[in-house]
C-alpha cells in the first residue's frame, strides 16, 4: 500500500513564505514524476508545479519566479517552496506522484490528503 503525506501548510501573511513537504512511503519500485496541485474554494484542481525523476521542472504561470518544487530521490519525497505568496495563492495544496509499484506494473497516480495554505492579513 503506498501513502502520500503532506505537511507544511498554515497561515502566512502575504509576502511570506511556506515550504511544503510530501513523502511517498509503501512498496514502491520507482517514480517517475512528482507534483504539487491545488484546489481553492469552488474552484477546479490546478497544476502548481511538477518535477520529473531527472529533475525537469515544470510550473504554472502563475507561480513561475516565486514557487521552487524539488526532490529527493533517495527519500521519495518533493518539496514546494513558495516565497512571496498572494492571497491567491489561498487553496488546498495536494501532492502527487506517479509511481509502479512493480518492474511489470503500469504507473499509476497516487494523491495525498492536501494540506491548507491560507494567505492573509
Known amino acids: 500500500q503506498v501513502q502520500l503525506g503532506e505537511s507544511g501548510g498554515g497561515l502566512v501573511q502575504p509576502g511570506g513564505s511556506l515550504r511544503l513537504s510530501c513523502a511517498a512511503s509503501?512498496?514502491?519500485?520507482?517514480?517517475?514524476?512528482m507534483g504539487w496541485y491545488r484546489q481553492a474554494p469552488g474552484k477546479q484542481r490546478e497544476l502548481v508545479a511538477t518535477?520529473?525523476?531527472?529533475?525537469?521542472?515544470n510550473y504554472a504561470d502563475s507561480v513561475k519566479g516565486r514557487f521552487t518544487i524539488s526532490r529527493d530521490n533517495a527519500k521519495n519525497m518533493v518539496y514546494l517552496q513558495m516565497n512571496s505568496l498572494k492571497p491567491e495563492d489561498t487553496a488546498v495544496y495536494y501532492c502527487?506522484?506517479?509511481?509502479?509499484?512493480?518492474?511489470?506494473?503500469?504507473?499509476?497516480?497516487?494523491w495525498g490528503q492536501g494540506t491548507q495554505v491560507t494567505v492573509s492579513s
Open positions: 518535477i520529473t525523476s531527472g529533475g525537469s521542472t
Open positions: 502527487n506522484a506517479d509511481l509502479k509499484l512493480g518492474r511489470w506494473y503500469p504507473n499509476y497516480d497516487y
Open positions: 509503501g512498496s514502491i519500485f520507482s517514480i517517475n514524476t
